[in-house]
């Protein structure tokens, strides 16, 4: 077995042991109570979920082994040239919960690479559907056709230990992690540059070899990829893409199949398809402005109209975060190293100076600050990325990173079914003798 999935075992056996010791001791510690609202509001603050990979703290910021995004930044391994951190090193953290070393992520990418052949089928699958089918349901449809090839589903199927369960999950994360990249470059290529397909780039890694297949061979470019893939890996638990992953995995259901869910999440315009959502909104904003630059004052008009019309302001706001998100921030300052002077970036910009005392002024709105999905968009087009439909692809290829670790670690956890207690309003009425 690959040196990878032993260290990855062994981390999982010591810790499983922690649980058994913790849980036999403190099974019955009460660790919070629930209020009526929090069950018809979405859940917010009630802790529910066990996720391993990472943890959002709503004034720093998403952590991953107690790393900030700035910390991340400077001390993951980058590639040869690079300064940005390169996206297979975090996977190696949330696995092994270590830093890696370059011969380790080396040793990684270059595992990706012998496992990225994609078989033909798929591609027949997505070129079944009419070419303006969204992105996101092209690349899920590419994930579900590849689910043919899932050593879980096999292997339950011949009838497997559980205790081997975590071992065919980790294979099928690291095929299919190595593959997401062919299915959206496919995705792009196809929809947008008349199925011009690229050929890979064996010699290069993850996040630039996708760069490269979706046709964009500049050096900045790959660098944003990476710091792409890196801060929109995972965001704990709970967000819908995770929660979803994670739920339909309780089930048993492969890796291939657990995964497509979260992306069906993701692809809703409140969670993923709000980076899309931005880039319209301020597109439109200049159309009806007739300027590539409108002034703060016009910003704030716009909101307000936006606002009036029932919508929400897309990238502002968190179901969690209570400051401005370090994934904006991160975007900011790459922003301000490769491109002060392009005018959409500089309008992301002004939009973040202008936004927030609006939404504060609501008095409803929790978090008037940007989320990540605020700015990725402008840096994307200031690459010659304008097709804003297949924004959230980048962020499901990404995704992939966290929700699949995620799911490695359930099930070498041992995590059982997920099955939370409902109730209907009418017993509510009970509970409170009101019937
Ligand atoms: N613009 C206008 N209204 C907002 C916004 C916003 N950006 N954010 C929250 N509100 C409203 C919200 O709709 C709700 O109104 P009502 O009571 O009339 O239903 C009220 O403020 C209270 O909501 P919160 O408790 O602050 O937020 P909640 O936790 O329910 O929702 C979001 C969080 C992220 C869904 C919400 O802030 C939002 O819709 N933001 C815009 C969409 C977005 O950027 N989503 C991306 C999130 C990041 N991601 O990648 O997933
Ligand atoms: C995410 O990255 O998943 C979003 O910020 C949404 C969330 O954390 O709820």
Redesign the pocket.
């Known amino acids: 077995m690959e040196q990878f999935k032993l260290k990855f075992k062994e981390q999982a056996d010591k810790l499983g042991g922690e649980i058994k010791i913790m849980l036999q001791e403190h099974g019955n510690t009460v660790i919070g109570e629930t209020t009526l609202a929090q069950i018809y509001q979405g859940m917010r603050g009630m802790t529910a979920l066990v996720t391993e990979t990472s943890l ?1 703290d709503a004034q720093d910021g998403i952590r991953f082994k107690r790393r900030t995004i700035p910390e991340l930044r400077a001390q993951l391994p980058k590639a040869k040239g690079g300064n940005e951190p390169l996206p297979e090193a975090l996977f190696y953290l949330m696995l092994i919960g270590e830093i890696p070393t370059d011969k380790d992520v080396e040793n990684l990418s270059a595992m990706l690479q012998r496992r990225s052949h994609v078989p033909a089928y798929v591609f027949d699958a997505m070129e079944a559907l009419p070419e303006e089918t969204h992105p996101m349901t092209q690349f899920v449809v590419g994930v579900m056709a590849l689910q043919n090839e899932s050593v879980f589903a096999k292997r339950y199927a011949d009838g497997f230990n559980k205790k081997d369960y975590w071992e065919a999950t980790l294979e099928d994360t690291l095929n299919l992690i190595a593959r997401l990249p062919h299915i959206a470059a496919f995705v792009y290529r196809r929809k947008y540059k008349g199925s011009k397909i690229v050929q890979p780039d064996g010699m290069l890694d993850w996040a630039a070899n996708f760069a490269h297949m979706l046709g964009y061979d500049n050096e900045e470019f790959k660098e944003l990829m990476r710091l792409y893939m890196v801060i ?1 890996s995972d ?1 704990e638990g ?5 929660h979803a992953t994670h739920l339909v995995g309780s089930a048993l259901s492969d890796p291939y199949l657990s995964y497509a869910a979260g992306m069906n999440g993701l692809a809703g315009p409140l ?1 993923g398809l709000a980076n899309q959502e931005v880039i319209k909104w301020i597109f439109e904003m200049q159309k009806e402005l007739k300027t590539d630059a409108p002034t703060s004052e016009q910003i704030a008009e716009y909101v307000k109209k936006t606002l009036s019309e029932g919508k929400v302001v897309p990238g502002y706001g ?3 975060l209570r400051q401005t998100d370090p994934r904006f921030t991160a975007q900011m300052e790459f922003g301000k190293k490769h491109m002060p002077n392009d005018p959409l970036v500089n309008t992301v910009w002004r939009i973040y100076e202008t936004v927030p005392p609006i939404l504060q002024g609501l008095g409803k709105v929790k978090n008037p600050w940007p ?2 999905d605020a700015h990725s968009g402008a840096l994307l087009v200031h690459y010659g990325m304008k097709e804003y439909e297949y924004y959230t692809v980048l962020f499901a290829v990404s995704r992939s990173l966290g929700v699949l670790s995620s799911l490695c670690w359930d099930r070498a956890l041992g995590m059982p079914l997920e099955r939370p207690k409902s109730v209907t309003t009418a017993a509510v009425k009970r509970w409170l003798n009101k019937e």
């Open positions: 959002l929109h965001h709970g967000n819908v893409s995770a969670h968190h179901a969690v989320n990540v």
